[in-house]
Every structure is written in structure tokens, then in C-alpha cells.
């Protein structure tokens, strides 16, 4: 596991301590706060955050020389890059959020990102497949001007889950803050 990531998938558990929130939902007030620039934030690895129930998990920076990401989990068809009807909430909330005012100035890469149960070929091109296709829907439905987005497939290559290459925790979209597009 990277210990400089931002956000990691896990499955829902309950946290008596104040700094975790759990609801139906991550907010997009949350989304807005774990992508804005912060510095010199520094941040105990493995001290809970932010987890929802539609696979949304935020927690603060650990490093704060890395670039503010967040990973969500995207819900496709069966090998493929269309959307899951489950996704499209998460979505929505990711638009409302990089439509927010203290985001119009910064760019996003939206990285796809399999399991390795599939060749390595095939892994690059669904990763890269479902990063255009969440990129398209934010455009279309949520109005976020394409121009702030890019993709990126990684396939199989930054695993969450080294240990478990094929567990569905690898298989994730990453929201990445580029800065400012100017």
C-alpha cells in the first residue's frame, strides 16, 4: 500500500473517534475540502476520515507535497465502461463539488484504475475507457467544462491492494488536482 495517498477504498466500518463522519453520503462540501490546496498539512497515516456507503472514503493529506486526490468507486456493467445507475450519485456529488466556487480555478485528472484479473492490455485500455467515460458524464450531466478535465488509464500498474491484485478494491476512479489550468 502507498503510504503518500490521500484516500483509500475500504469496506465500511464504524469509528468512535470525532474526526470520522459516517453518513449515507460523502458531501460535496466534504469532496471540495479533501481537493483544495492545503499547506503544510501533515497527516498521521491510517487515522480515519470521511466514509460513505457508495464507496467514497476521504482522509486528510499525509503528505502535503503531493497533489490533493481522492478515489472513488465507480460502478460499470460487467466489462465495460458503462455506468452503473448506483455510480451516477457519486457522480453527481463529484460535479456539484468540482462546480463549487473554490474549484472553477483548478484542472482535474480523472485516472481509471483496474484489478489485475485480466491481461495487461486489456486492463490499460478499460482503465482508460472508464476514466473518458466518468470524464463524459461530469461534462454532459454536471456541466464541468471539459477543458478543466482530463483522463488517464492506469490499468492495473498502482494497485491499492498489492497484496490482493485482483480484489475489487483496485478497481477504482482517482480524482486528481492538477492546479491551475492557466
Same mark, same amino acid.
Given at each position: $500500500? ?9 469496506? =465500511? ?8 463522519? =459516517? ?19 501533515? @497527516? ?40 452503473? #445507475? ?5 457522480? $453527481?456529488?463529484?460535479?456539484?463539488? =468540482?462546480?463549487? #466556487?473554490? =474549484?472553477?480555478?483548478?484542472?482535474? $485528472?480523472?485516472?481509471? @484504475? ?22 463524459d458524464y461530469l461534462v454532459r450531466t454536471t456541466h464541468v467544462a471539459e477543458r478543466r478535465l482530463s483522463s488517464q488509464g492506469y490499468g492495473e500498474s498502482q494497485l491499492i491492494d498489492s497484496g490482493n491484485p485482483e480484489s475489487g478494491e483496485n478497481r477504482r476512479v482517482q480524482i ?7
Amino acid at each position: $500500500m502507498q503510504s503518500t495517498r490521500l484516500v483509500t477504498l475500504l469496506f =465500511l466500518s464504524c469509528f468512535a473517534d470525532p474526526f470520522t463522519a =459516517l453518513a449515507q453520503g460523502v458531501s460535496s462540501e466534504a469532496i471540495v475540502e479533501a481537493l483544495v490546496p492545503k499547506s503544510g498539512v501533515v @497527516h498521521k497515516p491510517g487515522t480515519p476520515g470521511l466514509r460513505s456507503l457508495r464507496g467514497l472514503e476521504i482522509e486528510p493529506a499525509v503528505d502535503p507535497k503531493n497533489p490533493p486526490s481522492i478515489d472513488i468507486r465507480v460502478n460499470f456493467a460487467f466489462n465495460s465502461a458503462e455506468l452503473d #445507475p448506483d455510480a451516477t450519485v457519486t457522480l $453527481m456529488r463529484l460535479g456539484e463539488a =468540482l462546480s463549487d #466556487p473554490r =474549484l472553477q480555478s483548478y484542472s482535474f $485528472m480523472i485516472a481509471g @484504475h483496474t484489478d489485475a484479473k485480466g491481461t495487461d492490455e486489456y486492463n490499460q485500455g478499460l482503465s482508460e475507457a472508464r476514466a473518458r467515460a466518468v470524464v463524459d458524464y461530469l461534462v454532459r450531466t454536471t456541466h464541468v467544462a471539459e477543458r478543466r478535465l482530463s483522463s488517464q488509464g492506469y490499468g492495473e500498474s498502482q494497485l491499492i491492494d498489492s497484496g490482493n491484485p485482483e480484489s475489487g478494491e483496485n478497481r477504482r476512479v482517482q480524482i486528481v488536482n492538477l492546479g491551475s489550468p492557466e
